[in-house]
């Protein structure tokens, strides 16, 4: 099963940051990593599914634990959401002057629906971590696993966030990548967020168009990866 696969791929990790037990139902991880809320045990297939992200953010693509966080709280407010409160983001990743980086959901395998692939939930969650912190995240990351040749590789939805909130220019375009390691691709970068400047209402204006034409699904700016890995 792909659960146990994951539970071995954590404990042969080189750099132990999950343990994961899936007899006592079971799991921690380590102090390096910021949790918001206490995680003992495992909740369900999603936290399992977790639990292989953060093993390969840190081993795969050499992110320090520090760098990451668990279960981070966003303020969705009434404005445009149709029911406002918080919500929770399952991992993020932080740069390395500690702005968020990446925002990343987790899915239990065969779960990427089509309002998975619309990045319909993230962008809402992304666009109000900016409108509350000013912090413009730098991708948006949908996560799942899969068991191909037996296996245990990845699936992922990304979503490049900037293209939102630097204007108009060039969103139209599809963005295609080809298959590849996940360490190789673009979005496994670390560049340094430079400092949001003061934003004028015009510019405001255009971000938020940006947004809502993304979430009337005029044009998708998606990458989608499959871990594509040799036997």
Wanted: charged share 30%; glycine share 6%; no cysteine.
């Amino acid at each position: 099963m792909w659960q146990s696969m994951v539970e071995q791929a954590v404990r042969k990790a080189p750099i132990r940051v999950v343990d994961l037990d899936l007899k006592s139902g079971t799991v921690s991880y380590s102090r390096r990593i910021r949790q918001n809320h206490a995680i003992q045990k495992i909740s369900g297939d999603r936290e399992i599914v977790r639990a292989d992200l953060v093993n390969r953010f840190v081993n795969e693509m050499s992110y320090a634990p520090e760098q990451i966080e668990l279960d981070r709280e966003i303020d969705l407010p009434g404005e445009e959401m149709a029911e406002p409160g918080k919500v929770r983001v399952d991992v993020v990743v932080h740069d390395v002057d500690g702005r968020p980086f990446f925002f990343a959901n987790v899915r239990e395998p065969g779960k990427f629906s089509s309002e998975t692939e619309s990045g319909y939930e993230l962008i809402q969650i992304a666009e109000a971590e900016y409108r509350n912190t000013g912090n413009a995240v730098h991708y948006l990351f949908y996560y799942t696993v899969v068991v191909k040749n037996d296996e245990l590789t990845s699936d992922s939805v990304i979503i490049n966030f900037q293209h939102f909130v630097s204007g108009l220019d060039g969103v139209d375009t599809v963005t295609a990548m080809h298959q590849e390691k996940p360490e190789s691709g673009p979005w496994a970068e670390q560049p340094n967020a430079s400092e949001p400047g003061p934003v004028s209402d015009e510019d405001r204006d255009r971000r938020r168009a940006v947004v809502n034409r993304y979430k009337k699904r005029a044009y998708p700016v998606l990458l989608r990866i499959t871990d594509s890995s040799e036997t």
